[in-house]
């Protein structure tokens, strides 16, 4: 077989693990808000929701982090960055605007994130995008805003949008952070160990700002209300501890090194289709004809988005999903 057709479906290969992977990280994500909104109607405050649920993960992850102790020393910025960004600005902001807004909706437009990475690329990196990236994240921006009826004026709790608007700035750091060291070979800090070590400090943060001392503990041996079916919420928490949480964040970060953050990014918009069919289904959270369509054109975008960019491959520019779009800001974090 010649070197090029070789390089090529090797290329081929690990992009259709990396979309895989994605895909299955937006599923978990997309069952987070799902889970979490019937322990927050059950009396639990949503930040204590978001502590347990980092915390349960945390806990989970912690070998890992004892095995990769050593990202202490060599990347310390990385580590901050992604448990300040990554986990808990993403956590604590999505879960506060679900609990005044609808879960679909809070995820559309905490998915305006791939439109700020590609800002990102542009603006801050100054390095170009390509037009099918570029196509992607205007056809799911503009699915957003479908969903979120912006015509419709003060529909929605303004200080709810607000909030999902915070997740998805912290949403850009989780793209942009996952990235770093992807292309350094050896010195890449292993994905698992800044998952782990990203968790611990999202914990510790979320310990000083939830108080989880004023926690109810007992609404957790209780059961939650989903839809008019009454739910273990032992049961709920460990779906958002063990698969909204580590399979989604381990997939999630995995994907990113084998796509690129903008790729990554828009693709990951099917997190907010999946939560909005779940939150339909599972939470009676019926949306109108203009958010179904708009949620069929997040899709498609995410689609051309994912089919039109190439996997990383030496000689591909940055916004391609090459492996030359090493951040500018590489030096403050790695």
């Not at 290969?13 to 990280?25: E, F, N, Q, Y």
């Not at 990202?71 to 990385?78: D, E, N």
């Not at 986990?87 to 609808?102: E, T």
């Not at 037009?131 to 056809?139: E, K, M, Q, S, T």
Request: with cysteine.
């Amino acid at each position: 077989m010649p070197v090029r057709t070789y390089e090529s479906s090797q290329a081929g290969r690990g992009k259709g693990v990396g979309l895989g992977l994605a895909i299955g990280s937006a599923v978990a994500f997309g069952g987070s808000g799902v889970a979490a909104k019937p322990l927050i109607e059950a009396g639990l405050d949503p930040l204590h929701v978001v502590w347990l649920r980092v915390a349960g993960a945390a806990l989970v992850m912690l070998p890992l982090a004892v095995r990769h102790r050593d990202l202490l020393r060599s990347r310390p910025a990385l580590l901050a960055g992604f448990g300040l960004l990554g986990v808990a600005g993403v956590q604590a902001f999505y879960f506060a605007s679900i609990s005044r807004i609808p879960v679909g909706v809070a995820l559309l437009v905490e998915y305006l994130a791939p439109a700020l990475v590609l800002g990102w690329v542009w603006f801050v990196q100054r390095r170009p995008v390509t037009r099918a990236a570029a196509v992607g994240v205007v056809l799911a921006v503009g699915g957003l805003a479908c969903v979120v009826e912006v015509w419709s004026g003060l529909s929605f709790d303004a200080l709810g949008l607000l909030l999902a608007l915070g997740a998805a700035c912290c949403q850009v750091g989780y793209f942009v952070l996952s990235d770093q060291g992807s292309d350094s070979g050896d010195a890449a800090p292993d994905p698992l160990g800044v998952i782990a070590y990203g968790l611990l400090i999202g914990a510790a943060v979320l310990t000083v700002i939830a108080r989880p001392w004023n926690l109810d503990w007992s609404l957790l041996a209780d059961t939650a209300d989903m839809n008019g079916t009454p739910v273990a919420a032992g049961v709920l928490l460990a779906w958002i501890v063990l698969v909204a949480t580590v399979i989604a964040y381990v997939t999630g970060v995995v994907s990113v090194r084998r796509l690129s953050p903008q790729v990554a990014g828009v693709v990951a918009c099917l997190e907010a289709v999946i939560a909005t069919v779940l939150a339909w289904f599972l939470l009676g959270e019926h949306l109108s004809a203009p958010q179904i369509i708009g949620g069929a054109v997040v899709l498609f975008g995410a689609f051309i988005a994912q089919s039109s960019a190439p996997a990383k491959s030496p000689a591909e520019p940055v916004a391609s999903g090459g492996p030359e779009r090493e951040l500018s800001a590489r030096g403050n974090v790695a």
